[in-house]
């Protein structure tokens, strides 16, 4: 019981940090070498920190649009 | 259980009608806030619960088990299957703006009634139908854009005329919102200074992001956000310098002049030296404070004191001109529905959603929540004392600039208040004066000091909670400025692109910088009119940025309804023909009033003509003070008109391009549109 409760404590402090990072266009970092894992074994992944800057780039580049 | 959900439903349902009779047949009596909250919360789980799921399921036959774009095309960056929770969040941070705070705020001169139907009815049958049709459509496009589905859907030419669309809005969008932060700063050295100490505080952030500890948001928001509050707090201090007051108070067109400049310097440094870093820090601040003024108007639970209507609902308003029809549908726009949001709708949403089943609740619950905001923005102005709410709201050409001239006027409007009064405030909120801030922006700031007071700090805290309130709205309307001109830099290249192909090359300097300076020269032209403008600029601005974005919405909702035929969908199209119907009655009316009118306050050709005659006779017209500027007024009311008929243009011919493209899919007895299928693309 007292596990479970810091099992669910613990899944919500990471999904309220993967929205926040979200909201300025950061997907999950874990999720993307999970990906890589899977998908693309053999090619190397980017590092955390290039990681957040390709996806600062993207974010500001052709086709980003925000509301008024 | 189905019984006891039947039962459930009934009460929100009798709720919402209980709390809408409330609201409409108030006698005199101030309602209570609340009252407008239960009814819009009551209809948004109507509207949710029955008509998004009936056109998930019977007008878009949504499919759980087809793979969507981020299934299918997964690579862990722009394609990835996230939670639905973590998304909404995502969707609704990038389409809740300034536009929902400040639509409302204008809206209020009529009273609160009109303002609150059409936004929660608008939201229902026409706004959130159409974030959540985009989404469907480019959800089964691979994530393809507005601009690229029309292409594909309607042919090159409607294409183009829908990004030229989509770039002109983006020109106004710019201009209305620089507008606002320049009525905001005018002379007021305390929110200059908030506001100048973000460039700094997001350059360090900048550099800590970049160099001392990469990729650490949360550490370097939190401290940015201290940083932030403590500026607030010194403000005040700046403000009374003998020195430095003096340095941070300036004139409109000084501010305008500045904000030009850093418009295009902003728009060509690397994003992660200022753009990102104050980007994180304004999305943060704009999804707390929203957060905080839902909470602040529950606990506080303040009565409204805007009558239900004005006797401006009738027209001739102050704040802005024009009858209730179309003028009002046009001035709320962001919170019922917004054709930007077609752009986002169709940008990095629909690559992230993991499962058709969450569409609905991303594109169209997402669109209800700031339809909410939109709420608290009207019943923000609402609360204030209508005397005073009119005398922040009316140009100075109307009211005059000292407490006396602008209570007497504004009591001869019918809403008695006293200089003193209008003193009192300005004193509390830590301002040399609040007489005609137009824009909206401090209105709500005004407002929200008094509900944040009310439940933190009190009296004593009002001026620091007026200038949370200003530097919350400035700062991203400051990065809206900064993101969308360089948005609107790539949709210029593209354009150009098609007479001139090298110019699309994103790499490339030259184009670059053209493309730049051709994008802020545009906004800045509207900026500058509207600043120098003595009726203060909102009146001419806002409409046109109203009639642009639910222009946008009409080609958006017309994409929807040609694609549902082209599925052999189209007996359910009435879904989006009828809010497409309404958004082109209004745009259209209220672009033809605009260009035809033969009233001067609501028609720039009328207003043209009429300084035009004066001028032949060598008479100067008030608001204008010399010959030269006679024919200012006179050249910027054709190049309004102009963009008018340009505007007109763009609905029309997309309306007749739907309606072509509509019809030949009727005659073909399979479907034709082009989605991309869920089979692997390998």
């Given at each position: 019981?007292?596990?479970?409760?810091?099992?669910?404590?613990?899944?919500?402090?990471?999904?309220?940090?993967?929205?926040?990072?979200?909201?300025?266009?950061?997907?999950?970092?874990?999720?993307?070498?999970?990906?890589?894992?899977?998908?693309?074994?053999?090619?190397?992944?980017?590092?955390?920190?290039?990681?957040?800057?390709?996806?600062?780039?993207?974010?500001?580049?052709?086709?980003?649009?925000?509301?008024? | 259980?189905?019984?006891?959900?039947?039962?459930?439903?009934?009460?929100?349902?009798?709720?919402?009608?209980?709390?809408?009779?409330?609201?409409?047949?108030?006698?005199?009596?101030?309602?209570n806030a609340l009252?407008i909250v239960?009814?819009?919360?009551?209809?948004?789980?109507?509207?949710?619960?029955?008509?998004?799921?009936?056109?998930?399921?019977?007008?878009?036959?949504?499919?759980?088990?087809?793979?969507?774009?981020?299934?299918?095309?997964?690579?862990?960056?722009?394609?990835?299957?996230?939670?639905?929770?973590?998304?909404?969040?995502?969707?609704?941070?990038?389409?809740?703006?300034?536009?929902?705070?400040?639509?409302?705020?204008?809206?209020?001169?009529?009273?609160?009634?009109?303002?609150?139907?059409?936004?929660?009815?608008?939201?229902?049958?026409?706004?959130?139908?159409?974030?959540?049709?985009?989404?469907?459509?480019?959800?089964?496009?691979?994530?393809?854009?507005?601009?690229?589905?029309?292409?594909?859907?309607?042919?090159?030419?409607?294409?183009?005329?829908?990004?030229?669309?989509?770039?002109?809005?983006?020109?106004?969008?710019?201009?209305?919102?620089?507008?606002?932060?320049?009525?905001?700063?005018?002379?007021?050295?305390?929110?200059?200074?908030?506001?100048?100490?973000?460039?700094?505080?997001?350059?360090?952030?900048?550099?800590?992001?970049?160099?001392?500890?990469?990729?650490?948001?949360?550490?370097?928001?939190?401290?940015?956000?201290?940083?932030?509050i403590?500026?607030i707090v010194?403000?005040?201090?700046?403000?009374?310098?003998?020195?430095?007051?003096?340095?941070?108070?300036?004139?409109?067109?000084?501010?305008?002049?500045?904000?030009?400049?850093?418009?295009?310097?902003?728009?060509?440094?690397?994003?992660?030296?200022?753009?990102?870093?104050?980007?994180?820090?304004?999305?943060?601040l704009?999804i707390g404070a929203i957060v905080a003024l839902a909470i602040g108007i529950v606990v506080m639970a303040p009565p409204l004191?805007?009558?239900?209507?004005?006797?401006?609902?009738?027209?001739?308003?102050?704040?802005?001109?024009?009858?209730?029809?179309?003028?009002?549908?046009?001035?709320?726009?962001?919170?019922?529905?917004?054709?930007?949001?077609?752009?986002?709708?169709?940008?990095?949403?629909?690559?992230?959603?993991?499962?058709?089943?969450?569409?609905?609740?991303?594109?169209?619950?997402?669109?209800?929540?700031?339809?909410f905001v939109?709420?608290m923005a009207?019943v923000g102005?609402s609360i204030l004392?209508?005397?005073?709410?009119?005398?922040?709201?009316?140009?100075?050409?109307?009211?005059?600039?000292?407490?006396?001239?602008?209570?007497?006027?504004?009591?001869?409007?019918?809403?008695?208040?006293?200089?003193?009064?209008?003193?009192?405030?300005?004193?509390d909120v830590?301002?040399?004066?609040?007489?005609?801030?137009?824009?909206?922006?401090?209105?709500l700031a005004v407002a929200m000091a008094e509900i944040f007071s009310h439940v933190v700090g009190g009296q004593t805290m009002k001026a620091f909670w007026y200038h949370f309130a200003i530097l919350f709205?400035?700062?991203?309307?400051?990065?809206?400025?900064?993101?969308?001109?360089?948005?609107?830099?790539?949709?210029?290249?593209?354009?150009?692109?098609?007479?001139?192909?090298?110019?699309?090359?994103?790499?490339?300097?030259?184009?670059?910088?053209?493309?730049?300076?051709?994008?802020?020269?545009?906004?800045?032209?509207?900026?500058?009119?509207?600043?120098?403008?003595?009726?203060?600029?909102?009146?001419?601005?806002?409409?046109?940025?109203?009639?642009?974005?639910?222009?946008?919405?009409?080609?958006?909702?017309?994409?929807?309804?040609?694609?549902?035929?082209?599925?052999?969908?189209?007996?359910?199209?009435?879904?989006?023909?009828?809010?497409?119907?309404?958004?082109?009655?209004?745009?259209?009316?209220?672009?033809?009033?605009?260009?035809?009118?033969?009233?001067?306050?609501?028609?720039?050709?009328?207003?043209?003509?009429?300084?035009?005659?004066?001028?032949?006779?060598?008479?100067?017209?008030?608001?204008?003070?010399?010959?030269?500027?006679?024919?200012?007024?006179?050249?910027?009311?054709?190049?309004?008109?102009?963009?008018?008929?340009?505007?007109?243009?763009?609905?029309?011919?997309?309306?007749?391009?739907?309606?072509?493209?509509?019809?030949?899919?009727?005659?073909?007895?399979?479907?034709?549109?082009?989605?991309?299928?869920?089979?692997?693309?390998?």
């Amino acid at each position: 019981m007292h596990q479970n409760g810091k099992y669910a404590l613990r899944r919500f402090f990471s999904g309220v940090r993967d929205t926040a990072n979200l909201m300025i266009g950061i997907p999950s970092y874990e999720a993307y070498r999970r990906h890589m894992a899977e998908r693309h074994p053999d090619v190397p992944p980017m590092s955390e920190t290039e990681f957040f800057r390709n996806r600062m780039a993207a974010r500001y580049g052709a086709g980003g649009a925000r509301c008024c | 259980m189905q019984i006891l959900s039947k039962i459930g439903w009934a009460l929100v349902a009798l709720l919402a009608a209980a709390a809408l009779g409330v609201i409409a047949l108030e006698r005199g009596e101030p309602i209570n806030a609340l009252w407008i909250v239960i009814a819009a919360v009551s209809l948004y789980l109507i509207g949710y619960r029955f008509y998004a799921l009936y056109i998930a399921r019977s007008v878009m036959r949504l499919d759980p088990d087809r793979p969507t774009p981020a299934v299918r095309r997964q690579d862990g960056l722009d394609y990835v299957p996230t939670n639905r929770y973590v998304l909404f969040g995502h969707h609704f941070a990038a389409i809740a703006g300034a536009g929902p705070l400040v639509g409302p705020v204008l809206a209020a001169q009529m009273g609160y009634l009109p303002g609150t139907l059409w936004i929660l009815f608008g939201v229902i049958l026409a706004g959130a139908v159409q974030d959540f049709m985009v989404l469907f459509i480019s959800m089964r496009r691979d994530g393809k854009s507005l601009g690229e589905m029309v292409r594909m859907e309607m042919g090159p030419v409607a294409g183009t005329i829908a990004l030229f669309g989509a770039f002109m809005i983006m020109v106004i969008i710019l201009a209305v919102l620089a507008l606002i932060v320049v009525r905001a700063l005018a002379d007021s050295p305390w929110g200059l200074f908030t506001v100048a100490a973000t460039i700094p505080i997001a350059i360090f952030m900048g550099l800590y992001l970049r160099f001392i500890r990469p990729g650490r948001v949360a550490e370097i928001s939190i401290i940015g956000f201290v940083l932030l509050i403590l500026a607030i707090v010194y403000g005040r201090d700046v403000a009374a310098s003998p020195v430095l007051g003096p340095l941070f108070t300036l004139t409109p067109v000084q501010l305008c002049w500045l904000l030009i400049g850093y418009g295009g310097i902003a728009a060509i440094l690397p994003v992660w030296l200022l753009l990102a870093p104050r980007d994180y820090l304004s999305t943060f601040l704009k999804i707390g404070a929203i957060v905080a003024l839902a909470i602040g108007i529950v606990v506080m639970a303040p009565p409204l004191q805007m009558p239900a209507l004005t006797k401006f609902a009738a027209g001739g308003g102050p704040v802005w001109s024009g009858n209730l029809f179309p003028f009002l549908f046009i001035t709320i726009a962001c919170g019922a529905v917004s054709g930007f949001h077609a752009l986002i709708a169709s940008g990095t949403t629909p690559k992230l959603i993991s499962s058709e089943r969450d569409a609905p609740f991303i594109g169209y619950a997402g669109m209800l929540m700031e339809s909410f905001v939109a709420i608290m923005a009207l019943v923000g102005a609402s609360i204030l004392d209508p005397g005073l709410y009119f005398s922040m709201n009316s140009p100075a050409a109307l009211i005059g600039t000292t407490p006396e001239s602008a209570a007497a006027a504004v009591t001869a409007m019918g809403f008695p208040i006293s200089p003193e009064m209008l003193m009192q405030t300005a004193r509390d909120v830590g301002e040399s004066t609040i007489i005609s801030r137009t824009g909206g922006a401090p209105t709500l700031a005004v407002a929200m000091a008094e509900i944040f007071s009310h439940v933190v700090g009190g009296q004593t805290m009002k001026a620091f909670w007026y200038h949370f309130a200003i530097l919350f709205e400035a700062l991203f309307i400051l990065t809206a400025v900064d993101a969308g001109t360089r948005a609107g830099r790539f949709m210029l290249q593209d354009l150009i692109g098609l007479v001139a192909p090298r110019f699309r090359e994103v790499s490339s300097l030259v184009p670059g910088f053209i493309a730049t300076a051709l994008c802020v020269g545009a906004w800045g032209y509207f900026l500058y009119q509207g600043v120098t403008d003595p009726l203060g600029g909102v009146n001419t601005l806002w409409p046109l940025f109203g009639i642009a974005n639910q222009m946008l919405a009409a080609v958006a909702l017309t994409l929807a309804t040609v694609v549902l035929f082209r599925m052999k969908q189209h007996r359910f199209a009435w879904v989006t023909i009828l809010p497409a119907t309404w958004l082109v009655v209004c745009t259209v009316t209220a672009g033809l009033q605009k260009v035809l009118s033969s009233d001067p306050t609501v028609s720039f050709v009328a207003h043209a003509r009429k300084f035009s005659d004066a001028l032949a006779q060598g008479q100067v017209l008030a608001p204008a003070k010399s010959l030269e500027q006679m024919q200012r007024v006179i050249m910027n009311d054709w190049i309004d008109a102009t963009l008018c008929v340009i505007f007109l243009f763009v609905v029309i011919s997309t309306v007749v391009f739907g309606i072509r493209t509509a019809i030949a899919a009727l005659r073909i007895d399979r479907p034709t549109a082009t989605e991309i299928s869920g089979v692997p693309a390998e």
